[in-house]
């Protein structure tokens, strides 16, 4: 099979897990925020696919996500904040990868999960959300405090399952993996 067919393949699986994994497995945290399991799969891609393949995943799925549930309300400023994320991740992950020590690469990992969370959620979003709804940037950020903190924990989470998934991933895609 030839690198681009695979590499649709693959991007294709990756949109369907994360629309799958953010609808079918819904843990409500606050109000209509839930855990979206669906970043566990933008995760595993940014790690062991690369930046373009995870942000592609997260962006992507997003917009799926909403199409198939709820329209497009809220999708811009969440799609773009997965952009941030996506790309933030996948660089902390390619530096993290060549660090010897599990710690500093445990460390690092989780500090680019806060700082991209941070940018893509309280910042990105926030300002979209700000500009498509006409509300001050600080009343958004207030309101999606949770769903940074809901999204952080599932990234979080989601580092030793990159971590381990990511030898299986390079046994089976050893062209389309990273690094």
Do not use: H
């Not at 979206?36 to 997260?58: D, E, K, R």
């Not at 799926?64 to 999708?75: A, F, K, Q």
């Not at 969440?78 to 996948?90: E, S, Y």
Request: aromatic share 8%; glycine share 10%.
């Amino acid at each position: 099979m030839r690198k681009t067919t695979q590499w649709i393949c693959l991007l294709a699986l990756g949109l369907a897990l994360f629309v799958a994994l953010s609808m079918c497995l819904q843990v409500p945290v606050y109000q209509n925020y839930y855990l979206c399991l669906g970043y566990v799969v933008m995760a595993v891609y940014c790690y062991s696919f690369g930046t373009l393949n995870g942000t592609l995943v997260g962006a992507l799925g997003v917009v799926l996500y909403s199409l198939v549930t709820n329209g497009l309300r809220g999708m811009p400023g969440w799609a773009l904040g997965n952009v941030v994320i996506g790309v933030v991740l996948g660089l902390t992950f390619r530096f993290t990868k060549k660090q010897e020590s599990l710690a500093l690469r445990v460390s690092l990992n989780a500090a680019g999960v806060l700082v991209g969370t941070a940018l893509g959620i309280l910042v990105v979003k926030s300002l979209i959300d700000s500009l498509i709804r006409a509300q001050p940037v600080a009343v958004r950020m207030g309101m999606n405090v949770t769903a940074f903190v809901a999204d952080v924990v599932v990234l979080l989470i989601s580092l030793p399952v990159c971590m381990s998934l990511d030898r299986f991933a390079k046994k089976l895609f050893p062209q389309l993996t990273a690094g």
